[in-house]
């Protein structure tokens, strides 16, 4: 009865009925055909069947999201189904997204309709290619460990199919039973690469879908340290404010007691580190952070604690590193998570430009329950950090050994075994620093066994925190014609505190030797054409470990350290060593 009220055009455009499967006629007018379609079968399949009996190849959903195109393609899998929206997607995006997935495949937009009046207009592409970045998934080569075909035995038999001796490292006069040691040692090398190779992982950053339109509810305490650009931290209230959140800004003298109810804590407090601001190795933001955190729990506040910081990571080769001092925030972060998982919300970090999107996609990252606790937000959405397999080195890149080779921490466990391999792999001299120098136990044994190596060996007491001293060091090499060709920074200290009853005075003392001394060389050899730049890092900083959140900061800052230099071109590798047996 209700549909004989309504008075029915014809459609302008052929429809596929959906009780048929098949184009409509003259009984779309009628409400029988109406009662029909709620009460009878839906032929969805049919009807897309028909229409690619017809030639169909593109098709367009209009509704809430992509379901019909996901189930259509099901029936044509040939043929492109693009969705006007997308769940959990911003609508302009959504519609930009679909139009330019109908115009690649080959429907006509009406481009002058979508721009007008917008001020958009033609330019011309540059005509040369400014960044060499593949996007392109690399396919397994042959060879690939994972591909179940021993790399090394297929390196070794192309090479003896092709008869090529240099390869392999033979000259071409040598008898059989001479090469057979050659050949021999050359195995074990290419086994050592191969096993090395599989051992390589890397941080990948993987797009997240996030709410369009977050709510944060309840009571956020926001952390705003005193030297904040006041444009940050209005960008943060007034965000949290839209968002829905009501805010309570809290320092070091708010009676934190007063809001255990609080529903979240976003701290700036890392916002405004910079190198300028270390002090014994330490940014303000970290003690700062850390000492939250443990008057949160001294208050019984249960709340989540979520960081901010602004180019703290780098998520591709074209988002570099632009503070090394706020990255310390994530090392001390990753520990967070694992000793006060209640407590520790997550990290995010902003790109330069803080608008409105960049808000939203921080407040949704806030307000959502997927577990994702370290995320950059970029200008094209939220990316959330990975640890995934890494691709084998690539090959005719290894450091040559030769020179002056100058080892931080060089008498210690580490350093001695590096200075034993450096001597015995083509360097002339090996200098070895530490605060006690040849004072320190086994330094004189060391120095016998590096020379017995084919090496000359200098035992220095230099402290790396002392920057005068380093550089006097690297004067002194280099006015006696054995300047410095490599820097190995093994010099550190581990760590066994809980975050929870860590002072100002364990993070200064875990972290000054590696940070203050890898700043130091980086200024020191600013200006030196080094073959290497080795900072010793440790998988505390890649995943956390529980008590060394200090550790694990200092560690975060060498590794952005040699991304730093990495962007300036400058030879840099950080070395995630796990523990040593
Ligand atoms: N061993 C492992 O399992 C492992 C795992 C991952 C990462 N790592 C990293 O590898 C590096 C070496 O570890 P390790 O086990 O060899 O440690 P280690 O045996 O304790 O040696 C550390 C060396 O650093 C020196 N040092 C400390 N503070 C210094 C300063 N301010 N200036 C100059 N030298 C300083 C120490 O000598 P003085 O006290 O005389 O100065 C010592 O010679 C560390 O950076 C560590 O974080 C080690």
């Known amino acids: 009865q209700v549909v004989q009220a309504v008075t029915f055009q014809a459609p302008r455009i052929p429809i596929v009925s959906n009780l048929t499967g098949t184009v409509a006629g003259e009984e779309l007018l009628t409400s029988d055909y109406w009662v029909n379609h709620v009460r009878q079968a839906v032929r969805f399949a049919d009807g897309i069947g028909h229409l690619d009996a017809q030639g169909v190849t593109t098709y367009l959903e209009l509704g809430p999201g992509g379901v019909l195109s996901a189930m259509a393609q099901e029936t044509v899998a040939e043929a492109a189904f693009v969705p006007a929206l997308r769940k959990n997607r911003a609508e302009t995006d959504a519609v930009m997204t679909a139009l330019a997935e109908l115009h ?24 040369y290619a400014f960044q060499h970045e593949r996007f392109w998934p690399e396919a397994p080569k042959r060879g690939d460990s994972r591909t179940g075909v021993d790399p090394v035995d297929e390196a070794f038999w192309k090479a003896v199919t092709s008869e090529d001796l240099s390869a392999l490292d033979v000259s071409g006069d040598l008898t059989l039973k001479d090469a057979l040691p050659v050949l021999s040692s050359w195995r074990d090398r290419q086994r050592r690469h191969s096993t090395l190779d599989q051992w390589r992982y890397h941080t990948t950053w993987k797009p997240v879908d996030v709410a369009a339109a977050p709510v944060l509810d309840g009571r956020w305490l926001l952390a705003v340290p005193e030297n904040l650009d006041a444009a940050v931290a209005d960008w943060a209230v007034e965000g949290l404010r839209a968002t829905g959140a009501d805010i309570v800004t809290i320092d070091t003298d708010t009676d934190l007691t007063a809001h255990t109810d609080a529903a979240g804590i976003l701290s700036l407090l890392a916002l405004p580190d ?63 998570a694992l000793e006060e998982p209640t407590r520790w919300g ?15 996609h921080t407040a949704a990252v806030l307000a959502s329950d997927d577990g994702e606790d370290q995320t950059a937000v970029r200008p094209a959405g939220v990316l959330a950090r990975r ?12 450091w040559k050994v030769r020179g002056t080779v100058l080892i931080t921490g060089g008498t210690g466990g580490l350093g001695a075994r590096v200075a034993c391999w450096a001597a015995a792999n083509g360097a002339e001299h ?19 066994r590096i020379e017995e190596l084919g090496a000359t060996a200098t035992v220095v007491a230099c402290d790396t925190t002392d ?47 590696k940070v203050t001394g890898a700043a130091n060389l980086h200024t020191v050899f600013a200006d030196t054409d080094l ?19 200090a550790y694990a ?16 071109h400058l030879p840099a590798t950080s070395i995630a060593w796990g523990p040593w047996a």
Not at 105 to 116: E, Q, R, S
Not at 430 to 448: C, H, N, Q
Not at 553 to 568: K, M, S, W
Request: glycine share 8%.
């Open 274 to 336: 910079h190198d300028q601001h270390l002090h014994a190795g330490v940014t303000p933001g970290l003690t700062h952070t850390v000492t939250l955190l443990q008057r949160l729990a001294e208050a019984g506040v249960h709340a989540p604690l979520w960081s901010l910081t602004q180019g703290a990571v780098t998520t591709s080769d074209s988002d570099p590193i632009r503070s090394t001092a706020q990255a310390q925030i994530w090392g001390l972060g990753r520990v967070a």
């Open 531 to 549: 073959d290497a730049f080795v900072l010793f890092s440790s998988i505390a900083a890649t995943w956390g470990s529980g008590g060394q959140a």
């Open 553 to 568: 900061a200092a560690n975060t800052y060498l590794d952005a350290l040699a991304h730093h230099r990495h962007t300036h």
């Open 346 to 360: 997550g990290l995010i970090d902003l790109p330069e430009v803080l608008d409105t999107q960049t808000w939203q």
């Open 104 to 127: 690649v495949n080959g429907t006509v937009v009406d481009w002058a309709a979508y721009f007008a009046g917008v001020d958009a207009r033609r330019v011309d592409l540059p005509t």
């Open 467 to 513: 920057r005068d001293a380093l550089t006097t060091l690297a004067d002194t090499l280099r006015t006696d014609g054995t300047p410095v060709r490599a820097v190995v920074h093994t010099a550190g200290i581990g760590q066994a505190t809980p975050l929870a009853t860590m002072t100002p005075t364990d993070l200064t003392d875990v972290m000054d030797a």
């Open 387 to 398: 640890i995934t397999r890494a691709a084998p080195a690539p090959t005719g890149k290894a």
């Open 430 to 448: 090996i200098v070895l620093t530490s605060r006690r120098g040849p004072d320190a136990p086994g330094a004189a044994e060391l120095r016998t």
